[in-house]
C-alpha cells in the first residue's frame, strides 16, 4: 500500500506564506515524479508544480515566481513552499506520485490539504 503523507496546509491572510510537506517510502520517492496538484471548489484538478527525481521542475504559470517545489532525498520529502499567496489559491492541495516507462504507467495520491487564502 503505497503511502502519500501531506502535512502543513491551513489558513493565512494575503501575502502571506505556508509550506506543504508529503512525505511517501524510498522506493516510492527515489524513482518517481512527485508534483502538488490543487483542486478549488467547482474547478477540475490542476498542477501546481512537479520535480522529477534527477531534480527537473516545472511549475504553473499561475504559481511561476512565488511557489517552490523542493525534494529532500534523505526525508523522501518533497515540498511547495507557497510566498505571496492570494485567494485564488484556495484550494485543497494533492501530493502526486508518478512513473511512466513504455507503456507501464503507476500513480498515487495524497489524501489532501487544504489552503485558505483569506483576510
Known amino acids: 500500500q503505497v503511502q502519500l503523507v501531506e502535512s502543513g496546509g491551513g489558513s493565512v491572510q494575503p501575502g502571506g506564506s505556508l509550506r506543504l510537506s508529503c512525505a511517501t517510502s524510498?522506493?516510492?520517492?527515489?524513482?518517481?515524479?512527485m508534483g502538488w496538484y490543487r483542486q478549488a471548489p467547482g474547478k477540475q484538478r490542476e498542477l501546481v508544480a512537479r520535480i522529477t527525481s534527477g531534480g527537473g521542475r516545472v511549475y504553473a504559470d499561475s504559481v511561476q515566481g512565488r511557489f517552490t517545489i523542493s525534494r529532500d532525498n534523505a526525508k523522501n520529502t518533497v515540498y511547495l513552499q507557497m510566498n505571496s499567496l492570494r485567494p485564488e489559491d484556495t484550494a485543497v492541495y494533492y501530493c502526486?506520485?508518478?512513473?511512466?516507462?513504455?507503456?507501464?504507467?503507476?500513480?498515487?495520491w495524497g489524501q489532501g490539504t487544504q489552503v485558505t487564502v483569506s483576510s
Open positions: 502526486n506520485a508518478l512513473t511512466i516507462y513504455l507503456t507501464n504507467r503507476a500513480e498515487y
Open positions: 524510498r522506493s516510492i520517492f527515489s524513482s518517481y515524479t
